[in-house]
């Protein structure tokens, strides 16, 4: 089975616009559960441009699925994960001035800080991923650091322009998958993932968590979000071998 995690970051997007309290992502949260889903996603920034430190805490007393706390390998956000304690943490880099996460975090570069980082947080009970480029180096990398499962990072394969270069990007999705699970890593992806191009990600042989937020919220303002996660999980079980 290849599990739903929801990222609600852009439920919080929308609220951060007026800096006020709705719309809530711990009620979006609640009615992802509700609808199916398996996890729920959330990054706590560096610039706290969306989710706040206060929703990750009050998500993870009341989600009954599990909290995958996105973060980068910085101290205060470490400092935070060790008091919160999601049931997950997905390593990933951060730039202040991006849109959205860009490209992998790179393990080869920085192993000895983020084998530090994944061991602490590991102590603490809560799994680690590292969210990667389908690189095989940094795969190598990711279960020598002692991750317990790889996000093969899937936002070239999604936004790629033509049908080659989609083709192209799902060879190397499907290479790294495999290394991965020969490793021993559990393989999850995420990133650009929509209605559209999800199925051939899911259909990936070990495939066993895509994390999903902005095509699934872009969907929630016209159907509601119980509708659109019931529409992606469909998509995915569908397509999950
Ligand atoms: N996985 C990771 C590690 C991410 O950083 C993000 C974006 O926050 C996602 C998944 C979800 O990406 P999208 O919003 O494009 O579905």
Known sequence: MVELGVNVDHVATVRQARRTYEPDPVWAAVQCEL????????H?????????????????KTVQTRVN???AVSAPILRFALRVRPACACLVPEKRQE???EGGLDIVRGFARIKQVTGRLKARGIAVSHFIDADPKQIEAAAKAGADSVELHTGTYANARSERARAREFKKLASGGALATELGLRLHAGHGLNYLNVGPVAALPKMRELNIGHALVARAIFCGLPEAVREMKRLIDRAAP
Do not use: F, P, S, W
Request: aromatic share 0%; charged share 35%; proline share 0%.
């Open 99 to 101: 849109v959205t996460t």
């Open 35 to 42: 609808a199916g889903a398996d996890q729920i996603t959330v």
């Open 69 to 71: 706390l996105e973060m």
């Open 44 to 60: 706590l920034r560096e610039d706290r441009r969306h989710i706040q430190d206060r929703d990750v805490e009050v998500l993870v």
